[in-house]
Nanobody, 115 residues
Framework: QVQLVESGGGLVQPGESPRLSCAAS????????MGWYRQAPGKQRELVAA???????NYADSLKGRFTTSRDNPKNTVYLQMNSLKPEDPAVYYC?????????WGQGTQVTVSS
């Protein structure tokens, strides 16, 4: 299994466009389907975006056109570009990886939008 470490969260201004990164360990990263999830207080964890081992992406309907995920296999890293943050976007953002029945999660990174 890969180990995942997210970074890039923190306090951002409304309308800013932060980029989250998720660095993976191991030599099989390219085989993994990678996903981004988020969980706001009192809410269930929800899928934000995912990218397959072949680079095919899919997004939550409500975030299409505003969030973009991509992967850099030589760097063992997946990214989540978040544009024009809205008040409903603050949450803990988690990176996940799945391959052949194995699932890994990062520890999450908090994204907070200042008021």
């Amino acid at each position: 299994q890969v180990q995942l470490v997210e970074s890039g969260g923190g306090l951002v201004q409304p309308g800013e466009s932060p980029r989250l990164s998720c660095a993976a360990s191991g030599r099989t990263f390219s085989r993994y389907r990678m996903g981004w999830y988020r969980q706001a207080p009192g809410k269930q964890r929800e899928l934000v975006a995912a990218v397959s081992s072949g680079g095919i992406t899919n997004y939550a309907d409500s975030l299409k056109g505003r969030f973009t995920t991509s992967r850099d296999n030589p760097k063992n890293t997946v990214y989540l570009q978040m544009n024009s943050l809205k008040p409903e976007d603050p949450a803990v953002y988690y990176c996940s990886g799945s391959y052949s029945g194995n699932n890994s999660w990062g520890q999450g990174t908090q994204v907070t939008v200042s008021s």
